[in-house]
């Protein structure tokens, strides 16, 4: 494996399906664009003569949309962006935090990366899609799914304050599942 010597930027993406690293190489000698997405090379472009511009690719299961911006600072300094969807990595992660409820745990020794979907009602767990059965039960909704042999859902009750809205909590074996702050 050739050693990335022009690595020029390092991400890390959450998505509903996982962390995804995304690493960019740019040769300004070279004009080499390099873009790998979980170490697996997604573009690779030789001799490029102009050396700003964007590259776009896709990232994930649901194969988001992203893309590297490439802007001279000064001279020969240049600045290197990543928008997911259109939107800056830091306002996309933001607006993921109210769109989604991400608990992190650990069953049997193995750990899971529990995620909800709160538009679609949608659960992954550690980059699968997950069977659900919704319910509808006295205080709320109630979506059942397992992981392995571990009976789990995820409960949504209204907290009474518009404010706050919908409060999402995960139960896995009788036991409330702490959210994760990614």
């Known amino acids: 494996l050739e050693k990335m010597t022009d690595l020029v930027a390092v991400w ?12 960019f190489e740019h040769g300004t000698t070279s004009g080499k664009r390099v873009v790998y997405v979980d170490g697996k090379e ?3 472009k030789d001799w490029m003569f102009k050396l700003v511009g964007k590259e776009t690719f896709t990232v994930g299961a649901a194969k988001t949309k992203a893309t590297i911006n490439i802007d001279a600072v000064s001279g020969f300094a240049y600045e290197y962006t990543l928008e997911i969807n259109g939107k800056s990595l830091k306002k996309y992660m933001e607006n993921r935090l109210k769109t989604t409820n991400t ?8 750990d899971y990366r529990v995620v909800l979907e709160k538009d679609t009602m949608d659960v992954w767990c550690n980059g699968q899609k997950m069977e659900t059965a919704g319910e509808f039960v006295e205080d709320g909704t109630e ?3 397992s992981v392995g042999d571990h009976s789990c859902y995820i409960k949504a009750v209204s907290s009474g304050k518009r404010k706050e809205g919908i409060i999402h909590t995960l139960i896995v074996d009788d036991r409330e599942i702490p959210e994760a702050v990614e």
């Open 12 to 23: 890390e993406v959450a998505l509903s399906d996982g962390v995804h690293k995304i690493e």
């Open 143 to 145: 979506t059942h799914f």
């Open 103 to 110: 608990w992190v745990l650990s069953l049997g020794g193995m």
């Open 42 to 44: 997604e573009i690779r």
